[in-house]
């Protein structure tokens, strides 16, 4: 089973394209021109990714990364 891991998703304006972004697995990303599209990729990328891991005997990371809010207020 395939932890549920925390994905970044940003405009890249130097890319000219959206970024997904897996913090807990170091290179793991995928780019795409909607957010839809990065994200959906990146999922690919993050079932490969640990997949890729297994197979060669090497532990899955835990799921750790947690975003911080800053400037988020409650009504």
Same mark, same amino acid.
């Given at each position: 089973?395939?932890?549920?891991?925390?994905?970044?998703?940003? @405009?890249? !304006? *130097?890319?000219?394209? @959206?970024?997904? +972004? !897996?913090? +807990?697995?170091?290179?793991?990303? $995928?780019?795409?021109?909607?957010? *839809? !599209?990065?994200? $959906? +990729? !990146?999922?690919?990328?993050?079932?490969? #990714?640990?997949?890729?891991?297994?197979? +060669?005997? #090497?532990?899955?990371? *835990?799921?750790?990364?947690?975003?911080?809010?800053?400037?988020?207020? $409650?009504?």
């Amino acid at each position: 089973m395939i932890p549920h891991y925390h994905i970044n998703l940003f @405009w890249s !304006v *130097e890319d000219g394209c @959206w970024i997904a +972004d !897996v913090p +807990d697995l170091k290179h793991c990303s $995928a780019h795409g021109p909607t957010p *839809e !599209v990065a994200a $959906a +990729d !990146v999922a690919i990328a993050i079932g490969a #990714f640990v997949e890729s891991l297994e197979a +060669d005997g #090497f532990p899955v990371p *835990e799921p750790r990364y947690r975003p911080v809010y800053h400037g988020v207020r $409650a009504a």
